[in-house]
Structures are given as C-alpha cells and as structure tokens.
C-alpha cells in the first residue's frame, strides 16, 4: 500500500476552519459492506468539534476503525471526514475503486484483523496500512476487473431485492391466511358441527355464553382461553433449592415461533409435588412472558419435559384443537 499510494498523508482541519454549508462524513453515515452513504449533512446540520480529514472527489476513504465493517468508498464529491477515515490516493498506477474492491476483500480483511490493535475497537495503524500487500495488475485489466465486479454486484442487489419481495409477500399472505380462519372464512362453515356453545357448556356448565354474528359466523363463541384450558407457570430458578430430581427444563431462550431449540437445555431439581404442574406433555400449548410477548408453540413430542416460571402452560380442558389456538395468539400477535 505504501508504495502504490500516499496513504497516512491527510488533511487537518480544523472544525471552526470549515465552512457551514461543507459536507461532514461521519462513520456512521456509512452502511457496513456496501459502503453506501446514508445519509449526506452539512457542518451547519451537526454538533461537532476538533479536527476533521479533507478529502476530494475521486480519493479513497477507508475506515481504520473496525476493518471488518468494510466502510470503504470512493469519495463522491469533496468534503471533511472524521479522523477515523483515513483519505489518500494512487500514483496513477492503480484504479482507485480497483483499491477499494480489495480492500473489502477478504485477503485485506484478513491482514487487518492479524495486525489491529485494541479489544472492543481494534484500529489499524498506519504502519501497518502502508505494509499490507496489494495485487498489481495492469491498469487496464483493474479496469475490467471492476466493470465485472460491479455487474456481479448489481445481479445480487437485484436478487437480495427480490428475495425481500418475496419475504414481504410471504409474511402478507401469511396475515391474511390468519386473519380469514380468525374470522371464520377460511374454511366453509357446515351446520351440522355442534356449536361452540355446546362445547362451552360442557366443559364449564356455568361460562359465559357470547356470540358476535357481525364479526363471526354462526355457530362461532367468544370465549377466553382460561374457560377451556387449565394454566399454570413452571418453576422459579432458585439456587437455594437443592431437594428433588434433576429434570431438564425450558426456559423462554428455548420457545421460539411454532418450535423449540435445545442447543442449551439446562436442569434444576423438582420436588414430587411440583412435577404435576411443571412437566409438560405431548399437545400443551406453551406461551413465553417477557420479551416477545407471546411466543408460543406446541409441544408434540412423545416425551415429557419440564418448565421454568416464565414459561405458561396451557392443556385443553377436553379435546379442543389446540393448534388453532396457537394460530389464534400468532394473530393477537399481529394485531
């Protein structure tokens, strides 16, 4: 790099130098990777102070600070950067977006990272800037180099932006799937099912019976989900407590969206009187508190487990579709 380019060779300003209406570019005006600038403010639109690099038009800006970020651009027009970005210039050699590509490479990537210093924000020094080792090809096949590099780019922009459609469709047709079987209009009703009345009834005599025929079809019952579900939390985590038998329990970190993850299953003891109602068997409808409120899914494998306090255990009162009702808290969740 050294040889190639007069890199460590900046500009100070002074702050109180630079006029109001010049352009500040600051770290985080740089999106990570792509380098894109995301935003363009004046001195005027900022509260800053000290020393800032001038740079012009056409110079290579990289970030010192945090390599791996990838903050390297081609400066777009004249301006004052942070002293975090380091500005410079070929000798005519090199082309300087040519410099910039392997700068973001991980051959370069990897150099910075061997030699950086500092823990929490590992910085290049200038030394060792100025010894990394750059390829030299001809001018002419830099050249070509980056017209390719930034076809290929540009397909993958194009790809990314398709798969975000394609994500955003995904979740909207997700929604509206959920919000017809919420209001009953996903599946054709048929006026031979029992009533959700009678099913009420039977599993508590005395409930509360409430139809909404404006919103939902005939046939359909407002209802809360402690009418027909027996709730309870698992165990707190108590260190003190030593008495029981070990069993494996979940926590919130293992209840995601419609499945669990057992990469860290944890155990604590349980005492005889506690199992009945923190184990967790085949068909419970499990909701997290805390965090993102809700997240619940359902437990359908043949053996049991147990739970941790933060962790609501909902069991059908008698056969109900207990998927439905994780369909009906994905919902809740939307709304």
Known sequence: MGEISNYGDSINVQVDRIKDNDWILELEDIEKDSANINQFLKKSERSISGVRHQFYTGEILYSKLRTYLNKVLVAPKEGYCTTELMSFNTYGVMSNKFVCHVLRSPYFLDYTLRCGYGVKMPRLSTADACKGMIPLPPLGEQQRIVAKIERWFSLIEQIEQVKNDLQTAIKQAKSKILDLAIHGKLVPQNPNDEPASKLLKRINPKAKITSDNEHYPYGWQYTILGEIFTHNTGKALNSSNKEGMMKSYLTTS????????????KQMPYKENELDKCTVTKGDLLV????????????????DICIQNHIHKLRAK???????YYYVLLYSKRE
Request: charged residues 25%; glycine residues 8%; contains cysteine.
């Open 288 to 303: 997290c508190e805390g965090g993102d409120i809700g997240r619940s899914a359902i437990w359908n494998y043949d053996y």
């Open 318 to 324: 008698i056969d109900l579709c207990v998927a439905f």
């Open 254 to 265: 293992n209840v995601h969206w419609d499945k669990f993850d057992f990469t860290v299953l």
